[in-house]
């Protein structure tokens, strides 16, 4: 069984209070159920972490080559900041598809760059919650074309 690992990265913990009008009105946990059920559909493990500390999640990335086959990551801000999380994910080795909840171009400029995005398989952007479920699926149609 293929084993993913999601990531949600500073203040995704907030979602269904904080600017509802732009990241929706589902809490984490009602999302989280949500690409459960779609990683149960397809037959994958999926292990869902959020951390508002850019180091636990550099530490989540380091250990996760051992355990995981791929990987989805909503950076949030980290996306526009952090060049320690994008060598993280490289040095990894996973596939990853990057989340936002949000189209980040048609937000504030500095939205405009992203440090991961390179380092990714894909991205996936201003679907809302559904991005994630979209992500979870097209990381195991990649998984599974890569095996072949």
Not at 16 to 37: C, F, H, K, P, W
Not at 40 to 54: C, F, K, P, T, Y
Not at 89 to 96: D, E, F, K, Q
Request: glycine share 8%.
């Amino acid at each position: 069984m293929k084993k993913i690992l999601l990531l949600h990265g500073p203040n995704l913990n907030t979602l269904g209070r904080r600017e509802t009008a732009i990241y929706g009105s589902l809490t984490l946990a009602e999302i989280n159920q949500l690409i459960q059920v779609k990683a149960d559909e397809l037959g994958v493990a999926l292990d869902i972490r959020q951390s508002n500390h850019e180091g636990q999640l550099l530490d989540w990335l380091s250990e996760s080559a051992r355990e995981f086959d791929g990987l989805v990551i909503n950076p949030a801000a980290l996306t526009h900041t952090s060049v320690s999380l994008r060598d993280a994910i490289v040095a990894s080795g996973l596939p990853a598809i990057e989340v936002h909840i949000s189209n980040l171009f048609k937000r504030e400029t500095f939205r405009h760059h992203s440090f991961v995005s390179a380092v990714c398989v894909g991205i996936i952007a201003g679907l809302g919650h559904y991005g994630y479920v979209v992500a979870v699926q097209s990381l195991v149609e990649h998984l599974s074309h890569k095996q072949s």
